[in-house]
C-alpha cells in the first residue's frame, strides 16, 4: 500500500509565492515544489484509490487501441471477411471465426472488431479537444470574474448565464447541421460550445472563497499582478476540482457525439460508434434480435470509455472533497476502512 | 433593483439574444441556411421571382431588405407569434409546436423530478448505511448506470422490454387507434402507458451521478459540527435526519436540477427520435434531417425560451427552499 502523508496533503491553501521567504527560488526548485505538491500528492492519494487505478486501466487500454491497434489492424472494408459459409462475409456471428472475432455486419460484411477500433482515434481526439475547450475557457473565466469582481464579475457573469440557458444539445445540432464539421479537433469544440457555462459558474464561486484567504491578501499587497496571482495562487487551488471536471465534460463529449452521430446529424464519411448503433439497429428491427450482437459492442465501448471517465473523476474527486477529509479525519465510517483507519485524527480542518 | 424584477429582465433579454443569434446564423452565414434553402428550392423547379416569395414566407426574411430591416422584421414576427412556416410539412411552425410542445414538457419535467426523487431519497438511504454492502452495491449500480448513455439504455428496453416481453409500447405518444376525447381516463392513461419507456430510459441513466452527489452531501452534511451538537443536545434522529441533514444536502442539489433540465429537455431530440414520440424534439429532428431550416430554429427557439422561463420559474421558488437568498452582489471588486 502506498503511504500518503494526510497531513502534508490535507493543506489545500498551499501556495506557491512564498511572501516571508528571504531567498528566491530558482526555477527549478520552483518546479519540483510544483512537482511535489500538486502532481506527486494529489496523484498519490488519487491513485490510492481503487477507482483512479481502474479507470486508468480502462482509459489505458482505448489509447493503445486509438494509437497502436489502428496501425496493426485492418481498416473497414465492405465483404472483407472471409469465412466459409456466409456469402460476402457478410453476418458472421461473434466468436465463430477467429479472423473476424467479433462477426461482421450483416448488411456490408464489415468486421466489427475493426470498425470499433477505428472508431476510438477519432473519438479520443474529440473528447481531449472538447475536454481542454470547456476547462479552458470555464477556468479563464470563472477565475477572472470570480477573482475580480465587480463590473468584470457582472459582465462575465452575465455571459456565462447566457451560455448556460440554452440547451445545449440542440444548440450543438443546429451548430453540426450549419457548420458540418468534419475534424474531429473542431468538433470537439463545437459540441462543448456552452457546455463550459456551468463548469465555469461553479469554478467562480470557488474562486469567491479563495480570494478571500490570506496568502492571496499577502500577494495583492505586494503588489503582484492579477495574471500572476491567478496563475500562481488561484488556479493551483482549484487544480484537482478542474480535473474532475475535465473527466466529466469528456463523458458528455462522448455521449453527445455518439448520439448525433447517430441520429445523423454529423457527417457520416467516418467511423464512429454512433453509426454503428444506426446501422446495427435499423438492421436490427429488420432482421429482429439475431443482429443484436452488432449492437451490443459499440455500446459496450462507449460505456467503457464513459465507465473510464467516470472512475477517473470519482477518484479524482478524493484528492478535493472535503468529505474525503472529513472521512480521514475519522469522523464517519468508509468503504476503503482499511486504507484510511491510519489516518491520524484530528488533523483536518 | 428588485432581485425578482432583475430576473425577470434577464429571461426577457435571454431570449431576445437567442432570437437575434438564429438571426444570424439563418442569414449571415455564408453558404448558410439561406443560400441553401434557395439552392433547393431552385433546384425543385420554382421561379426565381416564386423562389424570393417563397424563402419569405418560409423564413419571413425578405433577402432584398437591408440588413437592419430584415432583422426587424425578423423580431416583430417573433413578437406577434409568427415563427415561419415549415418547409417539410407545409404548416405554420407555430401550429406545429403548439401541438407538440405538452408532451414534450411532459417528459422533461416528469423526468427531471423522478431523476431527483430517486436521487435524494436512494443518495440519503446509502449515505446512513455508508460503508455497508448495500452502498457499495449501490454506488456500483450508480457509476455503471451513470456510463450508459440514455439513447443505449432506450434502445435496449425498446428490444428486451419492448418486443421480447411486450410489456410497454415502443413508438408514438398514445395508442393510434384510440378515439376516447381528449383528458378522459382512458387517453390520459394511454398517454401515461406511451411515456413510460422514454422517461425510464432517461430516469435510470440520469440518476447515477446524482444519487452519488446526493450521498457524498448527506456525508459530508453528517460530519458537521452542527450535526454533533445536535446529537448532543440528544435530539430524535428524526428531528437530525429531516431538519439538520436532509435541508442542507438537498440544497446543492436544487442548482443542479435547474442545469440538468435543460440537458433533459435537449435530450428528448434523441430520445423522442428513438420512440417515433412526436413532440418538439421530435419535429426539431424531422427539421434536421430534412433540412428545413424554419422549423428546425422555430424549435430551437422554443426550447431555449422554455428552459428560460422554466429556470425562472423555479428560481423563484428558490427561496422557499433556501432563505438565505442572494439579492446582490456585494463582493468588493480588486
Not at chain 1, 454529423?266 to 429488420?286: E, F, H, K, T
Not at chain 2, 411552425?93 to 431523476?115: D, F, R, Y
Request: proline letters at 5%.
Amino acid at each position: 500500500m502506498i503511504k500518503v502523508s494526510h497531513s502534508e496533503s490535507s493543506d489545500e491553501q498551499f501556495s506557491f509565492d512564498y511572501g516571508e521567504s528571504e531567498i528566491e527560488l530558482t526555477r527549478r526548485e520552483r518546479l519540483q515544489d510544483f512537482y511535489e505538491e500538486f502532481i506527486r500528492k494529489p496523484g498519490m492519494v488519487a491513485w490510492n484509490d481503487r477507482r483512479t487505478r481502474i479507470g486508468s486501466a480502462i482509459l489505458f487500454v482505448y489509447v493503445l487501441m486509438g494509437t497502436v491497434g489502428v496501425w496493426f489492424y485492418r481498416a473497414p472494408q465492405t465483404n472483407q471477411v472471409d469465412v466459409p459459409g456466409y456469402p460476402g462475409g457478410r453476418g458472421v456471428p461473434p466468436f465463430t471465426d477467429l479472423s473476424a472475432i467479433l462477426g461482421s455486419t450483416q448488411q456490408s460484411g464489415k468486421d466489427i472488431l475493426a470498425q470499433i477500433i477505428h472508431a476510438t482515434p477519432n473519438m479520443l481526439l474529440m473528447v481531449l479537444s472538447g475536454g481542454v475547450f470547456a476547462t479552458v475557457v470555464a477556468v479563464l473565466i470563472g477565475t477572472v470574474a470570480g477573482y475580480k469582481g465587480g463590473t468584470v464579475d457582472t459582465v462575465l457573469t452575465s455571459f456565462t448565464d447566457f451560455a448556460m440557458s440554452i440547451p445545449g444539445l440542440p444548440l450543438v445540432m443546429v451548430l453540426a447541421v450549419v457548420l458540418r464539421p468534419t475534424n474531429p479537433l473542431v468538433l470537439g469544440i463545437v459540441l462543448m460550445v456552452n457546455y463550459w457555462a456551468g463548469l465555469g459558474r461553479a469554478i467562480r464561486s470557488e474562486v469567491l472563497s479563495i480570494r478571500q484567504e490570506s496568502f492571496v491578501e499577502a500577494s495583492r499587497t505586494m503588489g503582484v499582478s492579477t495574471p500572476r496571482i491567478l496563475f500562481k495562487d488561484v488556479i493551483p487551488n482549484i487544480m484537482p476540482y478542474v480535473l474532475v471536471n475535465f473527466a466529466n465534460a469528456a463523458r458528455f463529449v462522448i455521449f453527445s457525439s455518439v448520439g448525433l452521430y447517430y441520429l445523423g446529424i454529423l457527417p457520416a464519411g467516418v467511423a464512429n460508434w454512433g453509426i454503428q448503433l444506426d446501422r446495427a439497429y435499423s438492421q436490427g428491427s429488420l432482421v429482429g434480435i439475431a443482429a443484436l450482437y452488432q449492437l451490443l459492442f459499440p455500446m459496450i465501448m462507449i460505456m467503457g470509455l464513459a465507465l473510464s471517465m467516470i472512475l477517473l473523476a470519482q477518484g479524482a474527486d478524493r484528492i478535493f472533497n472535503p468529505r474525503v477529509r472529513t472521512r480521514l479525519a475519522g469522523e464517519s465510517e468508509t468503504i476503503e476502512e482499511e486504507e484510511d483507519a491510519d489516518a491520524p485524527a484530528g488533523v483536518m480542518t | 433593483m428588485n432581485y425578482y424584477l432583475r430576473r425577470f429582465l434577464r429571461v426577457i433579454v435571454t431570449i431576445w439574444a437567442v432570437a437575434t443569434f438564429t438571426f444570424a446564423l439563418i442569414r449571415l452565414l455564408p453558404g448558410g441556411p439561406l443560400v441553401q434553402l434557395r439552392a433547393q428550392l431552385i433546384r425543385s423547379g420554382a421561379s426565381p421571382e416564386r423562389v424570393e416569395t417563397l424563402i419569405q414566407s418560409y423564413t419571413k426574411i425578405q433577402p432584398d431588405a437591408p440588413i437592419y430591416v430584415q432583422y426587424f422584421d425578423y423580431i416583430t414576427s417573433l413578437v406577434q407569434g409568427d415563427l415561419g412556416e415549415s418547409i417539410s410539412t407545409g404548416r405554420s411552425v407555430g401550429e406545429v409546436v403548439g401541438g407538440a410542445l405538452p408532451w414534450t414538457l411532459w417528459i422533461a419535467i416528469a423526468t427531471t423530478i423522478l431523476v431527483f426523487a430517486l436521487a435524494i431519497v436512494w443518495g440519503a438511504i446509502m449515505a446512513y448505511f455508508e460503508g455497508s454492502n448495500f452502498d457499495l452495491a449501490s454506488s456500483s449500480a450508480s457509476i455503471l448506470a451513470a456510463s450508459m448513455p440514455f439513447y443505449v439504455l432506450a434502445m435496449l428496453l425498446i428490444i428486451i422490454v419492448g418486443y421480447e416481453f411486450g410489456w410497454f409500447p415502443t413508438r408514438f405518444r398514445i395508442d393510434p387507434n384510440l378515439e376516447a376525447p381528449v383528458f378522459s381516463v382512458a387517453f390520459v392513461g394511454s398517454a401515461l402507458y406511451h411515456s413510460v419507456l422514454p422517461i425510464a430510459s432517461m430516469v435510470l441513466t440520469g440518476a447515477g451521478l446524482q444519487v452519488l452527489a446526493m450521498r457524498g452531501n448527506s456525508i459530508s452534511v453528517l460530519g458537521k459540527d452542527f450535526v454533533t451538537v445536535a446529537r448532543l443536545r440528544g435530539l430524535s434522529d428524526r428531528r437530525i435526519s429531516i431538519t439538520y441533514v436532509a435541508r442542507n444536502a438537498i440544497l446543492p442539489m436544487y442548482t443542479s436540477m435547474l442545469l440538468s433540465v435543460g440537458w433533459y429537455l435537449g435530450g428528448t431530440v434523441i430520445v423522442e427520435e428513438i420512440f417515433t414520440y412526436r413532440g418538439i424534439g421530435y419535429y426539431m429532428y424531422e427539421g434536421l434531417e430534412s433540412r428545413d431550416y424554419p422549423l428546425m430554429m422555430g424549435i430551437f427557439l422554443i426550447l431555449t425560451s422554455t428552459l428560460v422561463i422554466g429556470v425562472f420559474v423555479a428560481d423563484l421558488t428558490y427561496g422557499l427552499v433556501d432563505p438565505r437568498i442572494q439579492t446582490g452582489d456585494q463582493s468588493e471588486s480588486f
